[in-house]
């Protein structure tokens, strides 16, 4: 059995889909898992412990999210090199791939853990959650190593056509992290820090389902003589990691803001962002999911110079986008109350989150269409434009809650997100088709030289 897949051959369609679904259940069995941590706290512990856990989301998304992006800017450059079939640079890419990964761990852990208190300050955090939040974020970000690990080996993976490997480790990682949740939670009353300790553990066993894969293909076994010669490409990564890194970061910066004037309001409004959260991420994963199949099979077809294999895919995976955004948004227009009632308690934070998910619900086209063309012009080694689109939406959101909080109140915070979304789509849907349309243009010019040249010849 291939232990890789080449997404620069095939049939479109299949070859498309045979890599989204398995990716697809994979990130949807993060989300639910996510999910079945908040509603176990939530129902488990109360309201309030809810509040402390989904206080950390913010912070752990400028985090992660900075970790995320870089593990996704190094794959880009992994997979344009499978694509290439340039075996040589490949291992050494994977060698700078490790190197800087066992740096950026260990700064990020260190950064993450001094900053966490006051960062919580800064928050505005409320007495009544700050001890819970700092509680679940010294153990979540002190097992930062793990997650980036797991970053890592499922994104070099994915950039070499395997997206079964990570599902098969979120399966198992899945039913690990649940029952962790019971155990600590019911069983030792160990409150908000067992299900941080659930969700570290579940995640180090994802790293080794992985890695143990990782070791089987040759293609990508460096060797010493490749980690050491590898110095050249880590300046490349960097250019394409860092760009995307600062992206979700930036992004991140600016759902702090809106955690901060959430938390302004006060503890229900907290619980009801918290939960109202966990769906809109749960359900932009389809169109997510396809946003990393339009990177990976970008990244492969552009290191194969395969540019119009890339148009037809942008078809596929924004298909997809819009078939999730019609079921899932759906859900979140007509079904909010009942979604609001499997993770809260209380009235006042239910009756909240049924007037918010509506209005995301609606907007959701926005995000789930940014995600497909945003995941295109990465995969073309083009981060600089989702760069900038991330300060855009950082700008956006700050504007509209700052304009409107005191008009629309915790509702203007739903605006801003969807506000944020539409900008950022328009700047990277502008920069596909230019990128794509110059490379075309170029290919073009090539083969007319050629045929030129030909014709004179003979």
């Known amino acids: ?5 080449d997404l620069t051959k095939g049939k479109i369609t299949p070859v498309i889909l045979g890599f989204f679904f398995p990716m697809l259940l994979t990130n949807m069995l993060q989300q639910i898992y996510t999910v079945a941590d908040t509603a176990i706290v939530g129902k488990g512990l109360g309201d309030d412990k809810l509040a402390a856990v989904g206080n950390m989301s913010s912070l752990t998304f400028l985090i992660f999210g900075f970790a995320m992006g870089l593990a996704n800017g190094f794959s880009i450059i992994i ?10 640079k490949l291992r050494k890419s994977v060698a700078a791939t490790v190197k800087l990964f066992i740096i950026f761990s260990i700064l990020l852990t260190v950064i993450s853990m001094a900053t966490l208190r006051f960062l919580m300050d800064v928050m505005q955090t409320d007495p009544l959650i700050l001890d819970d939040s700092l509680k679940y974020g010294y153990v979540i970000f002190g097992g930062l190593a793990v997650t980036l690990s797991y970053n890592l080996t499922s994104g070099i993976l994915r950039a070499l056509g395997d997206s079964k490997t990570p599902f098969y480790a979120i399966i198992i990682s899945s039913v690990i992290n649940v029952v962790l949740d019971f155990v600590f939670i019911f069983g030792f009353k160990t409150g908000v820090e067992g299900a941080a300790v659930a969700t570290v553990f579940s995640q180090a066993v994802s790293t080794v389902v992985c890695f143990a894969k990782l070791r089987t293909i040759e293609s990508i076994r460096f060797t010493k003589a490749d980690y050491k010669e590898c110095g050249s490409f880590c300046g490349k990564l960097i ?8 992206m979700n970061s930036i992004t991140a910066i600016g759902c702090i803001v809106l955690q901060y004037f959430i938390n302004g309001l006060g503890v229900a409004y907290t619980s009801a962002y918290s939960a109202c959260s966990k769906y809109i991420n749960l359900f932009m994963q389809p169109a997510c999911t396809a946003g990393f199949t339009m990177s990976s099979f970008t990244s492969q077809n552009y290191g194969a110079k395969e540019y119009g294999r890339i148009r037809s895919g942008l078809k596929v995976c924004f298909a997809i986008a819009a078939i999730s955004y019609v079921t899932l948004g759906a859900c979140m227009v007509f079904f909010p109350r009942q979604l609001s009632l499997l993770m809260m308690n209380g009235e006042e934070p239910v009756a909240l989150a049924s007037e918010y998910l509506p209005i995301c619900g609606i907007m959701l086209f926005a995000v789930d269409f940014l995600f497909v063309f945003r995941s295109g012009v990465q995969g073309m080694g083009r981060p600089t434009i989702p760069m900038i689109s991330g300060i855009l939406e950082m700008a956006i959101r700050i504007l509209v809650v700052v304009l409107f909080i005191d008009s629309l109140g915790f509702n203007s915070t739903a605006y801003a997100q969807a506000a944020a979304w539409v900008g950022a789509l328009i700047m990277n849907y502008l920069a596909f088709r230019h990128y794509i349309g110059a490379h075309s243009e170029n290919k073009k010019a090539k083969l007319s030289k050629k045929h030129i040249k030909a014709a004179q010849m003979g």
């Open 1 to 5: 059995m291939s232990k890789t897949t």
């Open 79 to 88: 997979a344009q090199n499978f694509g290439s079939k340039d075996y040589a």
């Open 239 to 246: 250019a394409n990691g860092i760009p995307m890194a600062l």
